[in-house]
C-alpha cells in the first residue's frame, strides 16, 4: 500500500493538524554536528513507570551518543495531547514519541498487538514474539504505513483488572458499567454492554472522584497506588483479561530515523531496548510492596468469578473476528497466535511449574 496514499485517505497527515502547528512545533535542528531531537508523549509528567520508560529512551539517546543527540522531551499536555503524539509524529511536526500504541487502533486495529490483546501474551511471550518471532518485522511493515519507524521500549508486566465503585457478581453487571479501558480489550467490554472510555492516564483520578466513571484500569499496585485510586475506592481486583503484557512503543519519524547515520539509528534502537528491560523490572520489582500497602490501607482485592472471565473470552473473540477482514491485522494475528502457542507450551512445562513448585516448597 502507497503510504502517502493511505495517508490522504484517513486523515493521519492531515493538513489542519500541520497548518495549526507549524509556527507553535519545533523541527529537528543540527548545530555544528549536534542534533536535537522533540520527544512527545502520551504521559503525564511523573505518571509512575510508563513517563519513566519515556525519560529513559531520552536519556539513554543523549548518553549513548555522548550527548552529539540531545532530546527536547514534553511530557503530554506540554506541546501536544496525550493522544495526539502519533500525529505530531506522523506527519514530521515532532520527531519521536513514546505511547502504549494501542491507543491508535482508530488509525489501524493492528497496532493493538505492541501493546496488547485481550487474552493475549506476557511480558516474555511478547518479547519473544517481537525479537524472534516476526513481530519485529510485521511492525515495520505497519508503521511504514504511517511514517513511522519503531520500537519496543518498556513493559508493564501483567496489569490488573481494575478498580471498581462495586463489586463484579458476573457479566451482567458491566451492562451500562462506565469503564476506562483503551485499546481492544475495551472494545471487548463494549460487547458485554458496558459504556467504555478512553481517557488520558493522568486525567482518570479526577474522573473516578468525580463520579464520571463507574471503575477503570490503569497498571498495577505500584503506579495505581501512586495515582492514589484507593483513596476513592477500596476494590480492586488484581487480574484482568485485558493486559498481560503490556509493550510501550517509541515510534521516530521515518523521514527523521531514514536521515540519522547507521550509528545514531542503532543508538536509538538501543535506547529503546534498554528501556524495554529496565521498564519490566522497574514494574515488578514496585508491585508486590505496594500491593502490601494497598491492603494496610484498606484495600480489599478481589478476581472475577469463572462466568466473567468465560464472558471476557467469548467478547474478545467478537473482537477478533471484528477484525480478520483486513489483511494485515489477520497476517499479524495469525504470527502472533503462532507465536503464542510455541512459546507458552514450554513456559507451562517448565518455568510455572517450577515456580508453583518453588512456591510449595519455600512456603511462599
Not at 469463572?306 to 473473540?317: I, L, N, T
Request: aromatic fraction near 12%; hydrophobic fraction near 40%.
Amino acid at each position: 500500500m502507497d503510504r502517502r496514499k493511505f495517508l490522504s485517505g484517513t486523515g493521519v497527515a492531515a493538513a489542519g493538524v500541520a497548518g495549526a502547528a507549524s509556527s507553535t512545533f519545533p523541527t529537528p535542528a543540527i548545530s555544528q554536528g549536534r542534533k536535537q531531537l522533540t520527544m512527545v508523549t502520551s504521559w503525564g509528567r511523573g505518571l509512575a513507570g510508563v513517563h519513566d520508560a519515556a525519560q529513559r529512551c531520552a536519556d539513554n539517546i543523549v548518553s549513548l551518543s555522548d550527548g552529539l543527540i540531545d532530546v527536547d522531551f514534553k511530557a503530554a499536555g506540554e506541546l501536544v495531547g496525550a493522544f495526539e503524539c502519533f500525529d505530531a509524529v506522523s506527519s514530521g511536526q515532532a520527531d519521536i514519541y513514546h505511547a502504549a500504541d494501542y491507543y491508535f487502533v482508530g488509525q489501524h486495529p493492528a497496532f493493538a498487538f505492541y501493546t496488547s490483546m485481550p487474552f493475549g501474551m506476557t511480558a516474555q511471550e511478547l518479547n519473544n514474539w517481537y525479537y524472534h518471532m516476526g513481530g519485529r518485522e510485521l511492525q515495520d511493515e505497519l508503521t511504514e504505513i504511517f511514517n513511522l519507524k519503531t520500537f519496543a521500549a518498556g513493559n508493564t508486566g501483567s496489569q490488573a483488572g481494575g478498580w471498581f465503585h462495586k463489586q463484579i457478581d458476573g457479566p451482567e453487571d458491566f451492562d451500562g458499567l462506565r469503564f476506562r479501558m483503551p485499546g481492544l480489550g475495551g472494545k471487548a467490554l463494549g460487547h458485554l454492554g458496558a459504556s467504555v472510555q478512553n481517557i488520558p492516564g493522568a486525567e482518570v483520578y479526577n474522573a473516578l472522584a468525580k463520579d464520571e466513571l463507574d471503575g477503570t484500569e490503569w497498571i498495577g499496585p505500584w503506579a495505581d497506588e501512586k495515582a492514589g485510586f484507593f483513596e476513592i475506592t477500596k476494590i480492586y481486583y488484581t487480574s484482568g483479561f485485558h493486559e498481560p503484557g503490556p509493550g510501550l512503543s517509541l515510534a521516530v519519524n521515518r523521514e527523521v530515523h531514514d536521515g540519522l547515520t547507521s550509528s545514531e539509528r542503532k543508538i536509538i534502537e538501543c535506547a529503546a531496548a534498554e528501556a524495554n528491560v529496565w521498564g519490566l523490572a522497574q514494574f515488578l520489582a514496585n508491585n508486590g510492596a505496594a500491593l502490601q500497602r494497598l491492603i494496610a490501607a484498606g484495600v480489599q482485592t478481589f478476581t472475577f468469578p469463572d462466568s466473567v472471565w468465560d464472558a471476557f473470552g467469548e467478547a474478545s473473540q467478537k473482537v477478533y473476528d471484528e477484525n480478520m477482514s483486513d489483511p494485515l491485522f489477520k497476517k499479524t494475528f495469525d504470527s502472533y497466535r503462532d507465536s503464542l502457542i510455541k512459546s507458552a507450551g514450554w513456559i507451562e512445562l517448565s518455568g510455572n511449574t517450577y515456580a508453583q513448585q518453588r512456591n510449595r516448597v519455600l512456603g511462599f
